[in-house]
């Protein structure tokens, strides 16, 4: 009987569980709240100062895109109390994770469909070395979960005149959240074509519509040259290297176990690279070789495998091309780890009586591994995570109150300020 309960009830038990995951890595967020950079000196700033109608639509130019999740939560930040403000925007954040988890969970998917694989997924997704502290639990890079939320829509089973409107908000909230969901916008159009559902027919024009918009900020951002000075850049060689060790590398083996070998084994870095895309081209040849024979395999996922491996190299072209300075790490290389850590997880689930799916299990159990002991004890960015002699916004409250001109710390500590006035 308590079996019968358990399995009826798995669905529920493991949200909970990735609930007490989320609070653990950072209780000081949920308890007391913190802004984190552009998050407060700017989005929260825009609402505090000049109110709905100026903050809903507003474009950072610097940053080049309508970042409207942002936006909206420096507004629902603003409704509250001051003390409170910081708190809000947090939960705010939280809001298209739970949505990813929701996704996952409950709705069917050509994704990943068997409890097993979900369980597996929702791992992945919160601990695999991706989800770098920068990212976690502030408004600015909510864009990135938006993303994985929209791919995760776009990739649900419809049906095929019924409307679900929860993933049409969530197709609009995402295209006009960031880059990134725009990019996807093929992904949209042939799900269409394949299935024909008036769901994909509304996602696709909606997100259409979204990209429309984001690619004229661009590009008027860029002509008037309020687009920061290091974006939209050539590639060289270094930023090439750059990107193979923190996508390909750090996505399975994080960041303290690669670091721990290069400094103690002394790796030479274009070494390394070479040998990843050696090793790369022996994955892809052997995938081939597996596909061909197993014919029906492939047909039957095309789409799928198409999807993945589109969203994966257009992504990754995108934060190459698009990240400030010749650096592909952190909240950039998040969207193409997971686009990458997906397609192994999918790539396990259909390939039969291949002794290789060992090999994607093994390096899945390695990335959530890895990605877990990283999870909270983050050796260079902890500050993200946990209060370390950080600014107390009570008191950085009330020394505003009394003098409006206060500039109040915020994070990360202690080089950022935010001014109200």
Known sequence: ???QVFNNKKKEILFFILLLIIFYRSPHIFLYGRFAAEEGQIFFA???KYGFFYSL????FRSGYLNLWANISGILANIFALKLAPLISN???LIPKLLIFYFVLYKESYLINTFKFKLFFCFLILLSPFNVPEIWLNSINSQIFFCILSFLVVLNKNEKKNINYLSIFIVLMSGFTGLYTCVLLPVFFFKYLKFKTLQDKYNFIILSFCTIIQFFIVVFSKVKNFLHVNKLHAVDINLIYNYFYNVPVKAFFGRNLTQFIYYNLNINIKFASFFVCIF???ISGYLVYYFKKNINIFNNNKFIINSLLYSFFSISI???VGAVGPYAGGRYAALPSFFLITTSLFLASIMQNSKFKSFFYLMLFISILTGAYEFKNNNKFSKF????DCP??????EKFIKNNDYRLKIWPYPRKTMILN
């Open 1 to 3: 009987m308590n079996l």
């Open 46 to 48: 825009n609402a505090y």
């Open 57 to 60: 639509p507003f474009v950072d």
């Open 91 to 93: 939960y705010a954040a």
């Open 280 to 282: 790369a081209l022996l």
């Open 318 to 320: 995108l934060v190459l």
């Open 385 to 388: 995570l946990i209060c370390v």
């Open 392 to 397: 107390n916004w009570s008191n950085e409250v």
